[in-house]
């Protein structure tokens, strides 16, 4: 069972406290953008089996969206963060390689 | 490889079963082959054979980081239909659907093709209107389906309770020639079948990379070494994102857990597949007597092949709801596994952008009933570089140019 920390208000809950709402940090296009811009926007997803920035909603509790990161094949939570970041805080990312040395942030 | 008959079975049984062969070789990986492909499972496994049967292409090895047949193609509920809205969906599957009907023959292997029939349930006003329309869509298509009222739900299946205190059911699409078959059976079937053409199936072999040479792909490493090859098919659903993070692109794709569940084997209660698109549960029995039960998916990307328990619990919830008698079985396995979901809710079988590189994924909750069908068009992208009609509409390109096939909103959840 999937089990985070809301940021927001700060209560732990299991998943179902919580509406997942897919890869984080996506960068937006507007008009007159290409159609590879649009495509890479709206569908292309990183899908990464490992280490993977998601957007999460405390749908049953404050309601507010929050970043976590976390990993997909062990569900294992390295840390959750405000949504209004562009990139993962650098406090997430030395969170990240305590636990898994070997990884790197993705391009 | 000798025959699988009757009289094979009179034969061995005066010998003590002395004499059956192993179904299929397990050699070591030579250093190179005309075609490899990535994941032996039924689309792999049906992507080889064909390639042999209608290609003569042979010198094909299908290596598999696990067992054959144990990833998806061992964790789904085994339905068969091919009642889709969309018309590039409807060839496809209604191709599957038509090619497992003489799979025992093709294969001499038993897969166990029941064509039972299937039923989905409209349990809303809005599922009568979809309902109707896929029907009417489906004669277009040539496919065979007809939208029926309760008191023919009721006398098919009698176990359901039509007149539920939510959601009643108003009627059904039914399609006759739906099924299910063995599902193990269909992998085993076509391995057996794929040894005996030559080709390699490497288990217990992991793809850790991808080698390419000036844009085009020249093998791939794996835990048994580095395999050469011309050309080189990803057929490995959930995984589909990893392998082609592997060779330097990504998919519109996301893979999440999808679970099922078997009941205690009882008594023949139910000879048809029944699914309930509005509550979200679907049920069959199998051979052996267990209700076999589909769930929902996880709402978050996971590879961990369990599933959370919460889609347990609504998905029993719902089918107490529909067939009250479930409330008395016990449940026997509960498991998971991992889907490659795309953004339009139907598969890619394309090239991509790695010369020599093919990909055929994202059936996403629908992959065991299109396997014959998928690696028909899979084996002529592979064999002739270029699609053929079955597989045309299924590239990679359409998310670009916004040509989608849309069966998430025909097909919703339970696909």
């Not at chain 2, 492909?37 to 049967?53: C, D, P, Q, R």
């Not at chain 2, 007597?289 to 369990?306: H, K, L, P, S, W």
């Not at chain 2, 347990?312 to 008395?328: D, G, K, N, Q, W």
Request: net charge neutral.
């Amino acid at each position: 069972m999937l089990i985070l920390d809301c940021p927001c208000c700060g209560v732990r809950g299991e998943e179902t406290e919580f509406h997942g709402g897919g890869e984080a940090h996506l960068k937006r296009f507007g008009p007159d953008s290409s159609d590879a811009e649009f495509e890479g926007y709206l569908f292309t997803r990183q899908n990464p089996k490992g280490v993977n920035f998601e957007r999460w909603r405390h749908a049953n509790g404050c309601g507010k969206w929050f970043h976590a990161a976390r990993c997909t094949m062990t569900l294992e939570v390295f840390a959750t963060y405000s949504a209004q970041t562009y990139e993962p805080p650098a406090d997430v990312i030395a969170a990240i390689k305590a636990k898994r040395p070997e990884w790197e942030m993705p391009a | 490889m000798k025959r699988y008959s009757m009289f094979a079975i009179a034969r061995e049984a005066a010998r003590y079963h002395q004499g059956w062969e192993k179904a299929w070789a397990s050699p070591a990986p030579k250093k190179k082959y005309d075609v490899v492909i990535v994941g032996a499972g039924g689309h792999g496994l049906a992507t080889a054979f064909y390639l042999g049967k209608n290609f003569g292409i042979t010198n094909v090895a299908i290596i598999e980081k696990g067992w054959l047949g144990g990833g998806n193609t061992g964790r789904n509920t085994t339905i068969i239909r091919s009642n889709y809205l969309q018309d590039p969906s409807a060839a496809i599957y209604e191709k599957a659907r038509g090619l497992y009907e003489t799979m025992s023959q093709d294969l001499n292997y038993n897969v166990m093709f029941s064509p039972r029939g299937v039923m989905m349930l409209a349990q809303t006003e809005a599922e009568i209107r979809g309902y109707k329309r896929t029907a009417q869509a489906n004669a277009y298509q040539g496919v065979t389906t007809e939208f029926i009222g309760p008191e023919k739900v009721k006398e098919l299946c009698p176990i359901i309770r039509i007149d539920g205190p939510r959601y009643p059911v108003l009627g059904a699409l039914w399609q006759e020639r739906g099924g299910t078959a063995r599902h193990d059976a269909v992998a085993w079937g076509y391995a057996r079948a794929c040894s005996d053409m030559g080709m390699d199936i490497i288990q217990q072999c992991e793809v850790t990379g991808v080698t390419r040479e000036g844009g085009k792909v020249t093998g791939v490493e794996t835990t048994k070494g580095h395999i050469g090859c011309n050309k080189l098919a990803s057929i490995v659903a959930g995984n589909s994102g990893h392998m082609a993070n592997m060779a330097g692109f990504e998919l519109p794709m996301e893979s999440v857990a999808l679970q099922a569940l078997v009941s205690e084997p009882i008594k023949p209660c139910m000879d048809v597949v029944v699914m309930a698109n509005t509550v979200h549960g679907y049920m069959s029995q199998s051979d052996k007597g267990e209700m076999v039960i589909g769930g929902g998916t996880d709402a978050f990307n996971n590879y961990t092949q369990r599933g959370s328990f919460h889609h347990i619990e609504e998905t029993v919830r719902a089918l107490i709801e529909t067939f009250p008698m479930v409330s008395r079985l016990k449940m026997l396995r509960q498991w998971g596994g991992i889907v490659d979901v795309t953004g339009d809710r139907s598969p890619i079988i394309s090239k991509t952008p790695v010369d020599n590189m093919f990909i055929n994924g994202g059936w996403g909750t629908g992959g065991f009933k299109s396997i014959p069908g998928s690696g028909w068009a899979m084996a002529e992208l592979v064999a002739k570089g270029e699609p053929g009609p079955l597989a045309a509409e299924f590239g990679l390109d359409r998310f670009r140019q916004g040509r989608f096939i849309d069966e998430s909103v025909a097909a919703g959840v339970a696909h």
